[in-house]
C-alpha cells in the first residue's frame, strides 16, 4: 500500500481529535471516509476531515467502501468489536482507540477472528507505551542499573468526568491504561487484582464511588498501588513512580514554567488527558500508520486488549467482591508470541 486511505468510526471527542491529526500531521495516511450513527455527527468529522470526505452512517457500508484500505474505530468502548471485527472481516488494518473491548468476552470474539483470519490487523491504542516519559522510565528499568522492580505506586487523577460515567468505568475506561502499560513497562504479567472503596469524594452526586483504591499484583510479584481519583479537583494528574532493588524511577511531569509571583512558586498541572498525552498520539498514530503500510502491526495488539478486558474484568468483579480476583488468560497464543 502506497496510502492508507482510512474510515474513522466514531466522530466523538477523540475521534474528532485524530481525524484532525490525521489530516494534519501524519504521514502516509488521509482520512476518506467517516461514520458516525448520528448523521450530525459525521458531517461534524467531514467537515474537520476537508473536502470529499465521504459521510456514513453504517459502519459495515464505510468499512466496505472500496476506496478504503484501513479503519480507525473511535466509538465509545462498548461498541468497539462491531467494527473491529467488519475490519478484520474485510481484512483491512484497524486501531482500535482503547479499551480493545469493555469486556473480555468481547475482546476474546476479537482475537479468535483475528487468528482465524491468520494476519495480524489489529492495533489498541494503549498511547503510553509511546509516551516520552513511560518510555525513559522502560529504558531506564530494562538497563538493570537500579535493579529489580518491586512496588509501583500510580496515580490516575482527573478534574470530573461526564454525568454517565460510572464506578466500572474507573477501571475499563480509565485505569485501563496502568492495566496495559504497567507490565509492559516492568516486564510482567497481572496475577491477582484487588479494588478498595476509600470514603466517596462528597463531590459526588451518583452513585458513582471515587476514589477508587485498586492493589494489583504480577506474577513476579511486584505489587502495583493505583489511585483514581475523578473529581480531583485540581488538573489532570498522572504520576509512576517505580520502586527498584536500589533506587526509584519516577514517571517525569510534563514540563511547564516555574512561576514566583506573589509570595509563592507554582508550576502547571495539565487540564485534560487529550492534552497531557497530545504528542504520545501523534507518535502512536504515526506508528499504526507505519506498520500498516508494511503489512504489520505495532504498539498494543488484540491479545495486549484482550488481556487487558480480563483485567479489567476481574478488577470490576473486585469493585463488589472487595476481596482479591484472580487474572486468567490461559497463557498468550503462539499466533501473538513476540
Ligand atoms: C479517557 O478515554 C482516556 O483515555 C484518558 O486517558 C483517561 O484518563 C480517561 O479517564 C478516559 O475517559
New binding site residues.
Given amino acids: 500500500m502506497e496510502n492508507l486511505n482510512i474510515a474513522l468510526i466514531g466522530c466523538g471527542m477523540?475521534g474528532r481529535e485524530h481525524i484532525e491529526r490525521i489530516q494534519n500531521r501524519i504521514r502516509g495516511a488521509q482520512i476518506v471516509a467517516v461514520c458516525d450513527v448520528f448523521e450530525e455527527g459525521a458531517k461534524k468529522g467531514a467537515e474537520i476531515a476537508g473536502a470529499g470526505t465521504k459521510v456514513y452512517t453504517d459502519f459495515n457500508e464505510a468499512i466496505n467502501d472500496p476506496d478504503v484500505n484501513a479503519v480507525v474505530v473511535t466509538t465509545p468502548g462498548q461498541f468497539h468489536k462491531g467494527p473491529v471485527l467488519a475490519a478484520i472481516k474485510a481484512g483491512k488494518p484497524v486501531f482500535s482507540?482503547?479499551p480493545l473491548a469493555n469486556t473480555a468476552a468481547d475482546g476474546k470474539e476479537i482475537v479468535e477472528a483475528e487468528m482465524a483470519g491468520g494476519k495480524h490487523l489489529v492495533q489498541v491504542g494503549f498511547m503510553r507505551r509511546y509516551d516520552r516519559g513511560y518510555r525513559q522510565v522502560k529504558e531506564l528499568i530494562d538497563s538493570g542499573k537500579f535493579g529489580a522492580p518491586m512496588v509501583i505506586k500510580c496515580t490516575?487523577r482527573?478534574d470530573g468526568?461526564a454525568d454517565d460515567?460510572t464506578t466500572a468505568?474507573a477501571v475499563t475506561?480509565?485505569a485501563?491504561?496502568e492495566i496495559d502499560v504497567l507490565p509492559w513497562l516492568v516486564n510482567d504479567e497481572w496475577d491477582e487484582v484487588q479494588c478498595i472503596m476509600p470514603k466517596t469524594n462528597s463531590k459526588v452526586k451518583n452513585a458513582l464511588k471515587d476514589p477508587q483504591i485498586m492493589i494489583m499484583k504480577t506474577k513476579g510479584g511486584i505489587i502495583n498501588m493505583l489511585e483514581v481519583n475523578?473529581n480531583c479537583g485540581f488538573g489532570?494528574d498522572?504520576n509512576c513512580e517505580v520502586v527498584c532493588e536500589n533506587g526509584v524511577v519516577n514517571l517525569p511531569c510534563p514540563s511547564f514554567p516555574t512561576v514566583r509571583y506573589a509570595n509563592e512558586v507554582s508550576t502547571k498541572i495539565e487540564d485534560n488527558?487529550i492534552l497531557?498525552?497530545i504528542d504520545s498520539y501523534d507518535v502512536e498514530i504515526q506508528d499504526w500508520v507505519d506498520h500498516a503500510l508494511k503489512g504489520e502491526t505495532g504498539g498494543s495488539s488484540a491479545w495486549d486488549g484482550y488481556v487487558a478486558s480480563i483485567t479489567a474484568d476481574a478488577l470490576v468483579k473486585s469493585q463488589t467482591s472487595g476481596v482479591p480476583e484472580k487474572v486468567v488468560t490461559g497463557g498468550t497464543p503462539n499466533f501473538y508470541k513476540k
Fill in positions: 477523540i482507540e482503547k490516575h482527573a468526568v460515567y468505568m475506561d480509565t485501563i491504561h475523578v489532570y498522572i488527558w497531557r498525552f
